[in-house]
């Protein structure tokens, strides 16, 4: 699975967009991006995943660059309850693989009142 | 409510004195995974089970042991436990095995071995 490179952190103001980069440069044309976040010590959650389009579901917005080296997952209206490790993780599609998730560090996310 | 089920929640027992976590789900999923969580080392995979009867070691197997009798089942079991198995467990399930199917994980097991 390919390497992804992720801030350690940001900060954002409650109420207004979170904006969080992840850059995946040497993705292949099967994988997967996938967005999970931890909120303190409880299991990862989903969030999303796109393979080359923008996706949007009920919790965030994901967009994936032309070249698929990058993406950016977007919490339009982030609350105190968004603070959390956010982890962009890469993944091929294929079926029949049992490859695990690799979490990196992700980016801690602290919404501020 | 479709959601992964881990017990206990908490436990602190001594070396060697075997126990069982365990895992439920009702999703009716195939894959079911059990990983650690200790920090600086992220999450490490330690079994996993693609369906009933069918289960196979992650990155860090050495210690534990699983079965998966049944789809929604899937224990985790020390039998001797040591001090270097204290962590953070989680187990995971997904609809199948491919890389589009997302995991939803139980609200974890912080295990103390003493």
């Known amino acids: 699975d390919a390497k992804t490179t992720q801030p350690p952190s940001m900060d954002c103001a409650e109420g207004r967009a979170a904006n969080l980069p992840c850059n995946h440069s040497t993705i292949s044309g099967n994988e997967y991006v996938y967005w999970y976040r931890q909120i303190h010590s409880q299991g990862p959650q989903y969030i999303i995943h796109g393979l080359k389009n923008n996706e949007t579901n009920e919790m965030a917005s994901l967009i994936i660059t032309e070249d698929r080296k990058s993406s950016t997952l977007i919490l339009p209206h982030a609350t105190l309850r968004d603070t959390a490790v956010y982890y962009c993780i890469v993944r091929v599609g294929s079926s029949g693989s049992a490859r695990q998730l690799t979490f990196g560090s992700g980016t801690q996310l602290t919404v501020l009142p | 409510e479709a959601q992964v089920t881990q017990n206990p929640r908490y436990l602190i027992t001594v070396t060697g004195k075997k126990l069982t976590v365990t895992c439920s789900q009702n999703?009716?999923?195939?894959?079911m995974s059990w990983y650690r969580q200790d920090p600086g080392l992220g999450l490490r995979q330690i079994y996993y089970s693609m369906n009933v009867e069918v289960t196979d070691k992650g990155d860090v197997p050495e210690g534990y042991k699983v079965s998966r009798k049944e789809k929604r089942n899937f224990p985790l079991i020390l039998e001797s436990p040591s001090p270097n198995q204290t962590s953070l467990y989680f187990c995971?399930?997904?609809?199948?095995?491919?890389?589009?199917?997302?995991?939803?994980f139980g609200d974890g097991t912080r295990l103390s071995i003493l």
């Open positions: 999703m009716n999923h195939e894959y």
């Open positions: 995971a399930s997904s609809p199948g095995t491919g890389g589009r199917q997302p995991q939803h």
